[in-house]
T-cell receptor
Framework: GQSLEQPSEVTAVEGAIVQINCTYQ??????LSWYQQHDGGAPTFLSY????GLEETGRFSSFLSRSDSYGYLLLQELQMKDSASYFC????????????FGKGTRLSVIA | NAGVTQTPKFQVLKTGQSMTLQCAQD?????MSWYRQDPGMGLRLIHY???????DQGEVPNGYNVSRSTTEDFPLRLLSAAPSQTSVYFC??????????????FGNGTRLTVT
């Protein structure tokens, strides 16, 4: 099966940089995705890494190391509106396996 | 463009009652899925469908049925509600097969309480 580990909570100061780590175990690997979810809202897609390296989208970047089964989401210039839960997700086992989500990291941005 | 629409937004059921959670998408997505979200448990896959007439079980399918008679609709049926099914239910769809990197588009969720 697949399993993902990410910290349950992270707190950071407005304007700072925060990194949310995700380690995964799968028998196959078909990419690591990140989703954001505000309280009471629906998850929304942030980024995808299919290959090793860094993907940048504005203030958000996501990194993948397939050899280490590890990835992270980097949020820069934190804003209060970034307070949300962040989920990493993988597909594994075979190419025909739906997305499996981690339990999420709750980010609190404080002034 | 409405995206993924879920109804109802809130529902309270008594133990043993049945109901159907509705999900419709207008993006012509082939892949649709149902997740439940419980505190500290993340999103767990209940059932999914890769196209009309095709459904399969996810991680936590017991107590739920699905069907996919059209591309647009993917209802989730609770056969006999139990308090353990109290949760927030999300429907999601994607352009691709569901087995590629196409992002999932989520509905706004149905908050279900079973007493």
């Amino acid at each position: 099966g697949q399993s993902l580990e990410q910290p349950s909570e992270v707190t950071a100061v407005e304007g700072a940089i925060v990194q949310i780590n995700c380690t995964y175990q799968t028998s196959g690997f078909y990419g690591l995705s990140w989703y954001q979810q505000h309280d009471g809202g629906a998850p929304t897609f942030l980024s995808y890494n299919g290959l090793d390296g860094l993907e940048e989208t504005g203030r958000f970047s996501s990194f993948l190391s397939r050899s280490d089964s590890y990835g992270y989401l980097l949020l820069q210039e934190l804003q209060m509106k970034d307070s949300a839960s962040y989920f990493c997700a993988v597909r594994g086992q075979t190419g025909n396996t739906p997305l499996v989500f981690g339990k999420g990291t709750r980010l609190s941005v404080i002034a | 463009n409405a995206g993924v629409t879920q109804t109802p937004k809130f529902q309270v059921l008594k133990t043993g009652q049945s109901m159907t959670l509705q999900c419709a998408q207008d993006m012509n997505h082939e892949y649709m899925s149902w997740y439940r979200q419980d505190p500290g448990m993340g999103l767990r896959l209940i059932h999914y469908s890769v196209g009309a007439g095709i459904t399969d079980q996810g991680e936590v399918p017991n107590g739920y049925n699905v069907s996919r008679s059209t591309t647009e609709d993917f209802p989730l049926r609770l056969l006999s509600a139990a308090p353990s099914q109290t949760s927030v239910y999300f429907c999601a769809s994607s352009y691709g097969s569901g087995f590629d990197n196409s992002p999932l588009h989520f509905g706004n969720g149905t908050r279900l309480t079973v007493t």
